[in-house]
């Protein structure tokens, strides 16, 4: 079992910038693959950026490809996505996922372990 705790969101203006944080526990924590997945309202959850367990391979969606990243600091069980250049249609709740694999995955169907999420509101 792993758990999930993210941190980091909040309120930003159009153009602005937020790193969200997730702490795993519970697992090895290089040998679990993470991904960022968000919700707006009314619409699907969607994939937004995925990384192995070592940190070596990233997948982004092609929305977010260019302005917003992600990385891993295995020495501190902890998950960030650096996120750049926000839209005020990025208003959604971000999922911290994490599946039994160590490769990366786009599709949420993979993943084993979710957080409860943390808002992130861009005003435009």
Known sequence: QVQLVESGG????AG?????????????????????FR????KEREFVATVSGSGGTTYYS???????????DNAKNT???????????????YYCT????KYPSRR???YDYWGQGTQVTVSS
């Open 10 to 13: 909040g309120l930003v203006q």
């Open 39 to 42: 919700q707006a309202p009314g």
């Open 98 to 101: 994490g599946r039994s694999g």
């Open 62 to 72: 092609d929305s977010v490809e260019g302005r917003f990243t992600i990385s891993r």
């Open 16 to 36: 602005g910038s937020l790193r969200l944080s997730c702490a795993a526990s519970g697992r090895t924590f290089s040998r679990t693959g993470m991904g960022w």
């Open 108 to 110: 949420q169907d993979q």
């Open 79 to 93: 998950v960030y996505l650096q996120m750049n250049s926000l839209k005020p249609d990025e208003k959604a709740g």
